[in-house]
């Protein structure tokens, strides 16, 4: 009772309600000023407190605290809202919220339950629903507003005595929009004839809707205009209130994300046109630009630091930096379900990548889609398509040439939705995201599995099929089952002829290729630091081979060092002020740690046909002896994304220069691969290239070339065995160049350069060199050099062309006749009955990853044309009953063909058929087409002892069911010649599994129990026949 004031608050009249609060005076006094036709009595002492009587439990400071009683009275005493009144119920909404009190947030929403939408109150109503994102009330509203448009529209029309030319189309419009869920057009009408209208856009889909072509809004008809843009988590929440009441006759706002536009409002404050009644914080937080080319998106900090404060509190728990990043880009921070290993988390990410052979059937899907603009940045990168033959100029400018309509294609398509496009010849996919938008804490999805390779600069990089990144560019949450997350502790210090690619070598030796999958690698401790952030791109890159969900480092100087090179040092200076964010807490916990010491780490070579079979350099000499491995190497090659950085290409011709000054070159064909435009130029500058040349090796574009078997190899006729080694990631069976019989090696740039000088596969180049066929000598090291940022001259013809998400009218053509490119059309929808007597198209034995359900090389330029790429449809899986590839039995004739014809006769025979494999099914990369060719040609299901992610993702979104045994052991039940039925699929539920019956042959039965992984969306994705037709249903 310590409070001057109290004999005037307590000569009022007293009423019903009792307020026991604590005792800072200020605030409380004024508070109860402004609520003066109030009456009440209150006693003020203490910090938090209860109010007994009413039984609501009030935390927070003192101002919040008396913000919620505000509320409390209004509940209680108010019964018509004003703008004021609501003001107050969203401020006090939103407090409650922020300190989670329960009782008062259901005490709000139930009270706006109670609230009856009219066409008088609608403005208001929508404010705060759509504010506060209530969703019950944002439905209820909807329904109101589909139901009653004539009553609104003619309302205030009448009442503005004003009505637009438009009008009449205006109600069609709605009409014709009336079903559809996310009717934004429908309140860009509706904002022309309401006294006050509330808008809360929160990507740039919904931007587009509301503004005009030329990117204009009209607020003349307004009186009151209230406009709240949350801009995918960027800097800009704005909350401003016009009044129509002064000389602001029209009002036009470009852009509130321009910060031209930006000051503009501000100034306009001043002069009482506008009233910014909230202004939050993140008004005034650094607007950092995403990447150079976006310049209208903001790195996002503030708002992933406010959500993983609220996970936080949740979990109560230390977090790892996987968890951080991943749980802070939550669709639903509040309620999402986080359970490691189990839950399926809901997820915004903050950009897309896409490679060109990929990105075509993203582009079509997204046209498919029907949306006019995609809801985060995205970037196409033509880099897969380019064939190495010659040199990368003659090399490109062919590509260019055979690639002219797929380039014209994606270039259009980009330009219509305001995706940026890097050319042909720009460089590699990851090394251009690297250089140029992945950033520490991002959460970034690329359609290649290497899109991983940004986890070098401390983000969370994923690799997805098209369909997941059509929804993630269609503002959808995209969904991920909740990672494990594996330690990789790190002491000592790389040095020497170890390299970050030994790190990983030797990461994939312990995982093997199924160790990592479901999980996030990531990496800590004290070595982190002796490794430079390109070579933790490298690690985070090739952990795709153990199947991991993705890999990062935590963000530390070598990253900034990087940023700062790559003309990004606001960026750096920004994450170095948010580091709660971007390292583990300590004490979290690792589903499984790996110790791995870099001091005693030896270098090494993997392979051949498996990234996993690992030798250091010590024993490879025996064990290649041991295995009968072909000692001479053919080819040594450098580059692909996983080692192209300009440290990568120093240390390789630092030792390339050592063995020519004792007259050497490579004794192995060699091929450079610079990952990008900007490595090619700056190795050209500094001279690297020419050295490169001189000592015999082909400068090849920038490009993925060799490592995805667009490489037209002369030296060695297919089917005779021969070595080569990389510096790539992946070396399964004839995937660089089409011959099986290839024994691929995978090592370190300069391990591979040293092994090419030698041309032996029995040489190691870290004892002193005694080798009989070279001179006396030992090589020694080059330093780890970084990028030197002084930006050297890029060739503009190989540069990113628009982006930054403005789209711009052209008009996109596909010639019916083409067979690089065909439109999409959809898949029938599941008729509601069982799937039986199926065939077996194929029992697959062994390895059966994406490349051999989609074989990519040659058929990389179907990629646009599903009914041609489906030719490749399983052509290099083993067919397990005749041990050969490419021959099945068709069961319809009893006659040996290969296995797209035999589909395709299937399909044409209306009969559906399975697929059945082992372990790891669908591996590699995330192509979408070894999902979508299935579907396309009758495939029903897919049967396997185990998936990798992303592949059975894909089969979902594009309605094959995908099932696991429960017994792995009835993989050897499942016959070629049986027929298979999958029983009492309208239960079909999650969690639940599923009977499979056998009919074999002799006329015996088998009944096999059968697990999936299908949640409730991704059933329904199965019953539309696709996740698209699921999304063009919800779009009617
Ligand atoms: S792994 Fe090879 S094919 Fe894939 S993006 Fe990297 S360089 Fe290109």
Not at 890 to 894: R, S, V, Y
């Given at each position: 009772m310590n409070c001057p004031q109290m004999d005037y608050f307590m000569n009022e009249s007293v009423s019903d309600v009792v307020f026991v609060i604590d005792g800072h005076r200020i605030p409380a006094i004024r508070i109860l000023l402004a609520l003066n036709s109030y009456v009440f009595r209150v006693m003020l002492f203490g910090d938090f407190v209860e109010s007994k009587e009413k039984e609501i439990l009030i935390t927070g400071t003192t101002v919040d605290a008396f913000k919620a009683m505000i509320f409390y009275l209004y509940t209680k005493k108010l019964e018509f809202l004003d703008n004021e009144d609501m003001e107050l119920i969203a401020e006090v909404y939103r407090l409650a919220d922020r300190y989670q009190l329960e009782a008062l947030t259901k005490a709000v929403e139930e009270y706006l339950k109670e609230i009856q939408v009219t066409a008088e109150n609608l403005p208001q109503i929508s404010r705060i629903a759509f504010m506060f994102e209530m969703k019950e009330l944002r439905s209820d509203l909807m329904i109101f507003i589909e139901n009653n448009v004539h009553e609104i529209l003619g309302l205030h029309y009448n009442k503005s005595n004003d009505i637009p030319e438009e009008t009449e189309e205006m109600i069609t419009e709605s009409n014709s929009l009336k079903k559809t869920s996310r009717n934004w057009h429908f309140f860009r009408k509706l904002k022309l004839c309401s006294n006050l209208l509330s808008l809360n856009m929160s990507s740039y889909h919904e931007m587009s809707t509301i503004f005009d072509n030329n990117n204009q809004i009209f607020v003349n008809n307004l009186k009151c205009f209230e406009f709240r843009c949350d801009l995918r988590a960027d800097m800009k929440r704005f909350e401003i209130f016009v009044e129509n009441n002064t000389s602001l006759e029209t009002f036009r706002l470009k852009s509130i994300s321009n910060a031209d536009q930006k000051s503009k409002f501000l100034n306009a404050t001043t002069f009482g046109q506008i009233r910014l009644i909230h202004n939050t914080s993140k008004c005034c937080a650094k607007q950092v630009p995403i990447s150079r080319f976006d310049k209208d998106s903001y790195i996002p900090y503030e708002k992933l630091q406010n959500n993983l404060k609220v996970v936080k509190k949740r979990l109560n728990r230390p977090l790892t930096l996987s968890e951080k990043i991943l749980y802070s880009h939550l669709d639903d921070p509040n309620n999402q379900d986080i359970i490691r290993g189990q839950s399926y988390l809901r997820l915004r990410p903050d950009r897309v990548g896409m490679q060109d052979a990929l990105a075509q059937m993203v582009m079509f899907q997204f046209i498919a889609s029907g949306l006019s603009n995609i809801a985060v940045p995205a970037t196409i990168h033509c880099d897969h398509l380019i064939e190495a033959q010659i040199d990368g100029v003659k090399d490109l400018a062919r590509a260019i040439d055979i690639n002219k309509e797929v380039y014209s294609f994606l270039s259009t398509a980009a330009a219509k939705y305001g995706v940026g496009f890097w050319k042909p010849g720009s460089g590699i996919i990851h090394q251009i995201i690297l250089e140029n938008y992945a950033f520490p804490g991002v959460l970034l999805v690329g359609t290649d599995s290497h899109t991983v390779n940004g986890g070098g600069l401390g983000g969370l990089c994923i690799g997805v099929g098209g369909a997941d990144a059509v929804d993630v560019l269609a503002d959808i949450p995209w969904e991920l089952k909740c990672p494990n997350v594996i330690g990789v502790h790190l002491t000592g210090r790389l040095s020497g002829w170890t390299s970050p690619k030994d790190v990983i070598l030797k990461v994939t030796d312990i995982l093997t290729v199924k160790g990592g999958t479901g999980a996030i690698v990531e990496y800590f401790g004290p070595g982190v630091d002796s490794i430079s952030c390109t070579g933790m791109g490298t690690i985070c890159n090739m952990g795709a081979e153990v199947g991991a969900t993705t890999s990062v480092f935590p963000y530390n100087s070598r990253m900034r060092d990087y940023l700062k090179a790559t003309n990004r040092k606001e960026i750096a200076d920004y994450a170095d002020q948010t580091p709660e964010l971007l390292s583990a807490d300590s004490g979290a916990k690792y589903d499984h740690v790996i110790e791995i010491n870099l001091s005693e780490l030896e270098p090494h070579v993997n392979g051949p046909f498996t990234p996993d079979l690992s030798h250091p350099i010590s024993k490879l000499a025996q064990n290649a002896k041991s295995n009968d491995y072909p000692i001479d190497l053919k080819v040594g090659l450098i580059g692909s994304c996983t080692n192209s950085s300009y440290e990568d290409m120093s240390r390789s011709v630092s030792i390339a220069k050592q063995a020519m000054k004792h007259g050497l070159k490579s004794k192995s064909i060699f091929t450079v691969t610079p990952g990008s435009e900007q490595i090619r130029a700056t190795i050209e500058r500094d001279g690297q290239a020419e050295q490169f040349r001189q000592f015999g090796a082909v400068v090849l574009a920038n490009a993925c070339g060799p490592c995805i078997g667009q490489w037209d190899r002369q030296d060695v006729k297919k089917g005779v065995k021969n070595s080569i080694i990389s510096s790539f990631n992946r070396n399964f069976t004839a995937r660089n160049d089409t011959n099986p019989a290839t024994h691929h090696f995978l090592a370190s740039p300069e391990l591979v350069t040293a092994l090419s000088i030698a041309g032996r596969l029995d040489f190691n180049p870290l004892w002193l060199l005694d080798w009989p066929r070279l001179p006396f000598f030992k090589f020694d090291l080059l330093g780890r050099p970084l990028l030197n940022g002084s930006a050297p001259k890029l060739n503009p013809l190989l540069c990113m062309v628009g982006g930054g998400s403005v789209p711009s009218h052209v008009t996109i053509t596909v010639s019916p006749t083409s067979d690089r490119l065909q439109l999409l059309t959809p898949f029938n929808k599941w008729d509601g009955k069982d799937l039986t007597d199926m065939v077996v198209l194929i029992k697959v034995k062994g390895k059966c990853t994406t490349d051999h359900i989609s074989y990519a090389g040659p058929w990389l330029k179907y990629r646009g044309h599903l009914d041609n790429i489906s030719n490749n449809m399983f052509i290099g899986a083993i067919n397990a009953e005749n041990n050969e590839a490419n021959k099945v039995k068709?069961?319809?004739?009893?006659a040996w063909s290969p296995v797209p014809e035999t589909a395709r006769h299937y399909k044409a025979n209306g009969v559906n058929w399975v697929a059945v494999g082992e372990d790891n099914y669908g591996e590699g990369s995330s192509r979408e087409h070894a999902a979508l060719e299935p579907r396309h040609l009758g495939g029903r299901a897919i049967i396997v002892k185990s998936f990798a992610r992303i592949h059975e993702t894909n089969l979902k979104k594009q309605g094959v069911l995908p099932f696991t045994f429960s017994d792995p052991k009835d993989y050897d039940k499942i016959q070629p010649t049986d027929r298979i039925s999958l029983l009492e699929l309208k239960s079909l539920s999650p969690g639940k599994s599923v009977k499979c019956e056998l009919k074999h042959k002799d006329g015996s039965k088998d009944v096999i129990e059968l697990k999936h992984t299908l949640n409730d969306l991704q059933i329904q994705w199965f019953k539309a026949g696709s996740a698209l037709n699921r999304m063009a249903e919800l779009k009617k």
């Open positions: 068709n069961q319809l004739t009893d």
